[in-house]
């Protein structure tokens, strides 16, 4: 005996759209064959796998796929009209970019003359231990490679005012005559700093710095260290 058909109406809110569905339950007659088959005829099955079979029977059952793709097609159907969330997705592809941190750098040079612009107006010999530098009382003068300050002296007499640098390695600098000392001692200091100014101060005959370079407290030739 047949049974009628059975309707059954849907409707989805979504925003800005209405959805409207008609389900239609099967007539009985159409029902030709059982979901789960018997077990009488899996056992009669002589070709392949029986429980591979029986599963397949399952899964490739017409009725189990039309309740399959009715489900997914109503999925499909309803996310296409869901507004996306562009929130969401805000700042996703942000994450991946990395801003570059500006980096300040300064140049340092290893070895350099104690000013600039160079003019020597006195070299290095037998009883003038150094390098007499021509400039201006309050140019400025910086070491001729990194260090330490190892000692400051403010003497009326022979160097005047006076600095002497550790470059470590029993390497020492001495910067005289100076008008002013911006450092103190045990100071760090690069060839960037500024020790002091030029001057005039001690036994000298005008503005200029007297440089010497000692190696284990005795003089040597400047130009040993020096950039030539």
Do not use: C, W
């Not at 500006?102 to 006195?122: G, H």
């Amino acid at each position: 005996m047949a049974v009628r058909g059975l309707m059954i109406k849907l409707a989805l809110n979504l925003p800005k759209h209405r959805l409207n569905l008609s389900l239609t339950k099967r007539r009985a007659s159409d029902i030709d064959e059982p979901l789960l088959p018997r077990l009488t005829d899996v056992a009669n099955i002589r070709a392949g796998n029986k429980v591979s079979r029986y599963f397949r029977h399952v899964f490739e059952h017409k009725s189990l796929r039309r309740v399959l793709g009715a489900n997914l097609a109503l999925m499909f159907i309803a996310t296409s009209f869901l507004p996306v969330n562009a929130n969401a997705l805000e700042g996703v592809g942000d994450q991946a970019i990395i801003s570059p941190t500006p980096v300040l750098t300064t140049t340092e040079r290893v070895v350099q003359y104690p000013i600039d612009p160079i003019k020597i107006t006195q070299g290095y010999k037998l009883f003038h231990p150094g390098l007499d530098l021509d400039g201006t009382t309050g140019d400025a003068v910086r070491p001729i490679k990194a260090g330490v300050v190892e000692a400051i002296s403010r003497s009326k007499y022979n160097y005047g005012y006076a600095i002497i640098i550790n470059h470590g390695n029993e390497l020492t600098s001495l910067y005289a005559h100076l008008s002013k000392i911006l450092v103190a001692e045990g100071e760090d200091v690069t060839t960037n700093t500024i020790i002091g100014k030029i001057g005039s101060t001690g036994h000298s005959t005008g503005d200029h710095l007297h440089l010497e370079v000692r190696d284990h407290e005795r003089p040597i030739n400047p130009y040993f260290v020096l950039p030539r």
